[in-house]
T-cell receptor, first 117, second 121 residues
Framework: AQTVTQSQPEMSVQEAETVTLSCTYD???????LFWYKQPPSRQMILVIR??????QNATENRFSVNFQKAAKSFSLKISDSQLGDAAMYFC??????????????FGKGTKLTVNP | GAVVSQHPSRVICKSGTSVKIECRSL??????MFWYRQFPKQSLMLMAT?????????EQGVEKDKFLINHASLTLSTLTVTSAHPEDSSFYIC?????????????????FGPGTRLTVT
């Protein structure tokens, strides 16, 4: 079974600075997807960024980018120019590629990000 | 697009009663819906996967007779907590998956509802 590990229960960053959240995963599959979700205090899950394992290029979405190291099974999230609205729980998630989106997501335990003004 | 709603957003019920939570995909047809449970300051725990018109697949350790899931249409899934007890108090989240290839739909993602807070007294 696949597992996702987030080793940082909490992180903090100064507004406008850069922060990196870590995620490692374990799988024997070669084709899969990785995600970062944000859960603000409202508790609505918001997709931040997605990476297909077959793509060597790291995904980016505006201020958010990932460092995907397939051999090391590492998938970190970098948030640049941090804003107060970035404060939230961040979950790393894994999904097998076989059945498409009907495959379940496997979540890490989450990292609580605090942004200091 | 790709909006998922849940109703109710909050519910308080007495121990021993049953409560139903609805999950609707408002602007797309969801071939698969997922139900998660989240305890305070913890991650999401998948409870079950439901496909329209068929029985739900429950994760190990989840009591299927206690957590009844019905996915009667491509836009609605319901979770019924039967004979609820205080330990069932939690935050319940659904997500809906749209299958690419269906006209007018969003991308190949799971879309999450806003969640339902259940308190059993």
């Amino acid at each position: 079974a696949q597992t996702v590990t987030q080793s940082q229960p909490e992180m903090s960053v100064q507004e406008a600075e850069t922060v990196t959240l870590s995620c490692t995963y374990d799988t024997s599959e070669s084709d899969y997807y990785l995600f970062w979700y944000k859960q603000p205090p409202s508790r609505q899950m918001i997709l931040v960024i997605r990476q297909e394992a077959y793509k060597q290029q790291n995904a980016t979405e505006n201020r958010f980018s990932v460092n995907f190291q397939k051999a090391a099974k590492s998938f970190s999230l970098k948030i640049s120019d941090s804003q107060l609205g970035d404060a939230a729980m961040y979950f790393c998630a894994y999904r097998s590629a076989g059945g498409g989106g009907s495959e379940k997501l496997v979540f890490g335990k989450g990292t609580k990000l605090t942004v200091n003004p | 697009g790709a909006v998922v709603s849940q109703h109710p957003s909050r519910v308080i019920c007495k121990s021993g009663t049953s409560v139903k939570i609805e999950c609707r995909s408002l602007d797309f047809q969801a071939t698969t819906m997922f139900w998660y449970r989240q305890f305070p300051k913890q991650s999401l725990m998948l409870m079950a996967t439901s496909n329209e018109g068929s029985k739900a697949t429950y994760e190990q350790g989840v009591e299927k007779d206690k957590f009844l899931i019905n996915h009667a249409s491509l836009t609605l899934s319901t979770l019924t907590v039967t004979s609820a007890h205080p330990e069932d108090s939690s935050f319940y989240i659904c997500s809906a998956y749209y299958q690419p290839g269906l006209a007018g739909g969003p991308s190949d993602e799971q879309y999450f509802g806003p969640g339902t807070r259940l308190t059993v007294t």
